[in-house]
């Protein structure tokens, strides 16, 4: 009697228990699919500075990003703030460079983000390198055609307060802002501290990459899908040149924000959410 009694026991656990692994092991595939998922919206995000700066202006939106889940890397290219590269021994090569060290430090895909100057080395990347960009994003920046310098284009920005007061210094290679100015042409809206920053990690721009062509084809750069944040009031490269080059490039999304020509330096919580938005 006892042994019939076990075995129905046995016959009604048993399912029970198979049942709760299957239900178990069903939680934990959800669970994964749920923490692969999560990982799979984050994004990684490469942020290039511009001309007279490094990579130490992303700090704060760098931080945000990285707050909000994101994978983040911040480019400081050669012969800029401390790095020990001399200025007449940087090259648009070598910006390129740097720039795809930083990319394959963090899952491919990539939104590529360039600022001011950086808009030449970020297309010129996207060139030799198309299948590891995700977005790139032109923010206040010089966006080229095919054959174009900066400098090509800088020359069509005479309102600029830069090409205003702007010194060549061919013998040591460099191009030259007046410090005091500084906050003025870049960051107007800029409090005292961040101004003070601004002018401590100054260091000349080098010649060479300015004056350096781009080689873009419909192929490869043409390929990424291209993205423009506007700075409205934008006295460095001013907001018209800024909107004649987005006129000349299929651009698919762009969204503007009424600053200077640092709003992530001068505003950069907000500058990170607007940013976000770009990107989706």
Known sequence: MKSRLAARMLGILAPTVLLSGILAGCSSDMEL?????????????VLVHGSWMGGWVWADVAAKLRNQGERVAVVTLPAHDADPTPATSATMAGYVSTVS??????????????????????????????????????????????GQSLNDLAQQDPNSLIYQ??????????????????????????NTTQAANLQNHYRDEPLGPLGTPVTLTQANWGSRDKRYFFTVNDRGVTYPLQQTMAASTSL??????????????????TFADRLETLMK
């Open 33 to 45: 699919g749920q923490s692969q998922q999560a990982a799979s919206s984050h994004k990684s995000i």
């Open 101 to 146: 060290t930083a990319v394959h430090s963090l899952p491919t895909p990539v939104y590529l983000v360039g600022h001011s100057m950086a808009g030449m080395v970020i297309s010129q990347f996207a060139e030799n390198e198309p299948s590891t960009v995700k977005q790139l994003i032109y923010f206040a920046a010089f966006l080229p055609q095919n």
């Open 165 to 190: 007061n702007l010194t060549i210094d061919q013998v040591n290679g460099v191009a030259i802002l007046p410090i005091p100015q500084l906050p003025a042409i870049m960051c107007a809206d800029c």
């Open 252 to 269: 698919t999304k762009t969204i503007s924000m009424d600053s200077s020509h640092c709003p992530h330096l001068s505003m950069a919580a």
